[in-house]
């Protein structure tokens, strides 16, 4: 099992609903990130929060709404969505910067858009 | 860094024998290297990592081994067996940032 635990695993939603992913880790870690991962693709990523500060916006499209509540939490708000957006979506953290220290990542949320 | 990127896409080990993935990288200022295993339907796990000063470092049936001149990182499993089946990533943070590219990927898959 992970230590990073991301809800919900599964999540189909329509291009007018507004849903939220959520991540949380108790690892104590001081960053969090979000990724996309296509199917037979890499992850790709999306945002970077270090300190519950965002650091760092992929240039990711505004229908993406990330939030750090606490240094164990984040969220991905979503709101009209695009079908090609379905993906998985991994949560990750790490003990300080990712140059430093690996990343822990969740199972993700699988994220089907109809 | 600014390219990290695999040899093969997929490789088949009979059961029993060693794994070699392959990974090269362009960014010369690169001195932290990482390997993942994702298996399906689970986020990428953290296998080894090694710094530029390290040419070899062990785990639990890994070794990463690192050739700096030739910008090129390789994961080795020993005895392979079927929960090695899994995408291998290798990574290569950036240190002017906070930002961790992953390469293509490897798809190691097990002979019976």
């Known amino acids: 099992d992970t230590e990073v635990t991301q809800t919900p695993k599964h999540l189909v939603m329509g291009m007018t609903n507004k849903k939220s992913l959520k991540c949380e880790q108790h690892m104590g870690h001081r960053a969090m990130y979000w990724y996309k991962q296509k199917a037979k693709k890499p992850p790709e990523l999306m945002f970077v929060y270090s300190y519950e500060k965002l650091s760092i916006n992929e240039s990711v499209p505004s229908r993406f709404s990330p939030e750090c509540p606490n240094s164990s939490l984040l969220n991905l708000h979503l709101h009209a969505l695009q079908p090609e957006d379905s993906a998985l979506y991994l949560c990750a953290s790490s003990h300080g910067s990712s140059y430093n220290s690996p990343l822990h990542f969740g199972n993700g949320t699988r994220l089907t858009v109809t | 860094g600014e390219s990290v990127g695999l040899h093969l896409p997929t490789l088949s080990v009979q059961e029993g024998d060693n794994s070699i993935i392959n990974c090269a990288y362009s960014n010369s200022a690169s001195d932290y290297f990482i390997w993942y295993k994702q298996e399906s339907g689970k986020g990428p796990q953290f296998i080894i990592d090694i710094r530029s000063n390290m040419d070899k470092r062990q785990g639990q049936r890994v070794t990463v081994l690192l050739n700096k001149t030739v910008k090129h990182l390789s994961l080795q499993i020993a005895a392979t067996q079927p929960g090695d089946s899994a995408v291998y990533f290798c990574?290569?943070?950036?240190?002017?940032?906070?930002?961790?590219?992953f390469g293509k990927g490897t798809r190691l898959h097990i002979l019976p």
């Open positions: 990574a290569d943070p950036d240190p002017r940032d906070d930002k961790i590219i």
